[in-house]
């Protein structure tokens, strides 16, 4: 989903995703190489990281 979401996310739009357990570390490595802000985690009720937010964060506009 990182790698297709900016075709049709704007700069400033959220992608929000549900992760499995132990995948957190994949996901900041992946945002980091495209085009999104800082991901922004999210606990769930055991305490693993659960829920990843990221903005679009380059100037560029999404197809259509």
Sequence with gaps: LLATAPRVLRPGGWLVMEIGAGQAEAVRTLAAAGPWGPPVLRLDAAGIERVVAVERAD????DG
């Design 59 to 62: 100037g560029e506009t999404a």
